[in-house]
């Protein structure tokens, strides 16, 4: 039986013209009740996947602070309220990328840390007026603390007092020592893209813990997944990717947060 209009609840995929994002947007308008919107930075390919998904699309880059802004601005005069915001829009190196590592960090970190995160500070408020409030950030295993750091910064990022500048100042020493060239002797790992989603998983854990009462915040891997990201190389497709953030979004009111999931369940960060 299809929802009534009041009961709709409105869903945007950030990123969801292609890959994991485009079954994130699929996989909600098949389960029913939601009106979805994906979030893109081409117009061209927006349109054409929201015709495709029978989705809505808006203009979102978010590596543009413009962008956000007037993203921002539009959902809340349009909409007044976010119920599930999906971050998923992400970029990523590879290995046939010749650019050196130091050149790779800002644009990565532009997108996938700062970018998202100043995002989602300008949604939280839309999403405290939701129902049943989902935001779920697409992360990476890439971006495990024992992956990525040594043990003291292991104890930084996941500390349970890590406030947002606290965590903004890491990441702005990670990109001071990457130009340094001296990251490694810091403690950093070696992937760009790794930290971005170590990054983006701690943000998660502060975002979990202030919004504790009034949403659920979760951040998943979707797996090796076959999409343009990996070369379409993965082994896993994207649709079953999908459902590592689907299933976020169906966790019920009082369920877990702050938690990070991999292979459909909870997992080690
Ligand atoms: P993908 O096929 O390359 O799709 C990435 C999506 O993000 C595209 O729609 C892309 O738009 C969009 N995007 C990139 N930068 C953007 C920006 N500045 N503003 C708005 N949209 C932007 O990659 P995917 O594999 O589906 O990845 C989706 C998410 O899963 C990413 O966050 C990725 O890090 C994560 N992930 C993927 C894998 C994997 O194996 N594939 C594994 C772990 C995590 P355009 O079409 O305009 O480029």
Redesign the pocket.
């Known amino acids: 039986m299809a929802a009534s209009a009041e009961a709709v609840r409105i869903a945007v995929i950030?990123?969801?013209?292609?890959?994991?994002?485009w079954h994130i947007a699929d996989q909600l308008i098949k389960a029913g009740g939601f009106r979805v919107l994906i979030?893109?930075?081409?117009p061209e390919?927006g349109a054409k996947a929201a015709a495709e998904l029978g989705a809505e699309y808006t203009e979102?880059?978010?590596?543009?602070e413009e962008s956000i802004a007037a993203f921002a601005e539009r959902m809340s005069s349009e909409h007044g309220r976010v119920d599930v915001f999906v971050n998923?829009?992400?970029?990523?190196s590879n290995s046939f990328n010749s650019t050196p590592f130091e050149e790779q960090t800002g644009p990565i970190l532009k997108?996938?840390y700062w970018?998202t995160a100043r995002l989602t500070d300008a949604m939280l408020p839309l999403l405290r007026n939701g129902r049943s409030p989902r935001l779920v950030n697409?992360?990476?295993?890439?971006g495990k603390l024992k992956e990525q750091l040594s043990a003291a910064l292991q104890e930084q990022f996941s500390s349970p007092g890590l406030t947002r500048e606290v965590l903004d100042d890491l990441v702005r020493k990670f990109e001071a020592d990457v130009a340094a060239g001296q990251h490694q002797k810091e403690g950093w790992g070696n992937s760009n893209?790794g930290f971005s989603?170590l990054a983006l998983i701690a943000y998660t854990k502060i975002a979990a813990r202030e919004e504790a009462d009034t949403m659920r915040v979760n951040a998943c891997?979707?797996?090796?997944?076959?999409?343009?990201?990996?070369s379409q190389s993965?082994p896993?497709s994207?649709s079953d990717?999908a459902r590592n953030a689907v299933q976020c979004v169906f966790l019920p009111d009082d369920g877990p947060t702050g938690e990070f999931w991999e292979n459909e369940g909870i997992s080690v960060w």
């Open positions: 950030t990123g969801g013209n292609k890959g994991i994002g979030a893109c930075r081409n390919l979102l880059d978010v590596g543009s998923n829009a992400g970029i990523a997108v996938n970018g697409v992360a990476s295993m890439k893209y989603k891997c979707p797996g090796w997944c076959s999409t343009d990201m990996g993965g896993r994207a990717g």
